[in-house]
Nanobody, 114 residues
Framework: VQLQASGGGLVQAGGSLRLSCAASGMSFRFAIMGWYRQAPGKERELVAVIDSGGAINYPDYVKGRFTISRDSAKMMVYLQMNNLKPDDTAVYYC?????????WGQGTQVTVSS
């Protein structure tokens, strides 16, 4: 399994970024995919998860601002982030979820300035 995240960067509060994750090495069509993030000194936390049927789960702190989507033909997962806040600053990780294990990509840094 390989997960390659990209699209991070520096943005001002209120701005937008779109993260992309290129996946390989799994049956993507049936895969549960998602994004987590980790800020300095904090634990990793869920950002969004999407299953093979398109069902999506967002925690309250990103609901209404972030949108996860997937393109099975391209084996890609996206995270559109709007109205970014300084608290969104973190390394964002793409994940592939199996019943007994999560696979993690290398992460992409998102920094939101106030």
């Amino acid at each position: 399994v390989q997960l390659q995240a990209s699209g991070g960067g520096l943005v001002q509060a209120g701005g937008s970024l779109r993260l992309s994750c290129a996946a390989s090495g799994m049956s993507f069509r049936f895969a549960i995919m998602g994004w987590y993030r980790q800020a300095p000194g904090k634990e990793r936390e869920l950002v969004a998860v999407i299953d093979s049927g398109g069902a999506i789960n967002y925690p309250d702190y990103v609901k209404g601002r972030f949108t996860i989507s997937r393109d099975s033909a391209k084996m890609m997962v996206y995270l559109q982030m709007n109205n970014l806040k300084p608290d969104d600053t973190a390394v964002y990780y793409c994940i592939y979820r199996e019943p007994d294990e999560d696979y993690w990509g290398q992460g992409t840094q998102v920094t939101v300035s106030s």
